[in-house]
């Protein structure tokens, strides 16, 4: 998968701050939980060597990091979040309004593929 998107380095920066919390989450499987943080790891050594081209699991991994990262900050699905470290939370907040926007436009780009 071709991920033609434009990011600022502040862009990189809050997906880079989320992506811990995919595997915070957790996953069904252990080999699903290795998936992941697999993906987390490659995104995030992609998209900060300025790469943009990310695979199928790398885009869902990022997904569903802004998605949580989203939902945490908004304070909903609290319990889901209950063991996110106050460091992360706080790395996290900091990019509240692009993590707001990120979200939408990875939601978007799945919504196509």
Do not use: W, Y
């Not at 033609?4 to 069904?28: F, K």
């Not at 939902?71 to 707001?100: I, P, Q, T």
């Amino acid at each position: 998968m071709n991920f033609d998107l434009t990011l600022s380095r502040g862009d990189v920066e809050a997906i880079i701050a989320a992506l811990p919390l995919v595997v915070e989450l957790g996953a069904d499987t252990p080999l699903q939980s290795a998936i992941n943080a697999s993906a987390c790891s490659s995104a995030g050594q992609k998209l900060l060597s300025g790469s943009r081209s990310l695979d199928g699991n790398e885009v869902r991994v990022v997904a569903v990091a802004l998605n949580a990262a989203v939902l945490m900050l908004s304070g909903k699905c609290s319990d889901l979040f209950a063991d996110v470290d106050s460091e992360l939370r706080s790395s996290l907040s900091k990019h509240f309004f692009v993590l707001n926007k990120l979200d939408r436009v990875f939601q978007d780009f799945l919504d196509r593929s």
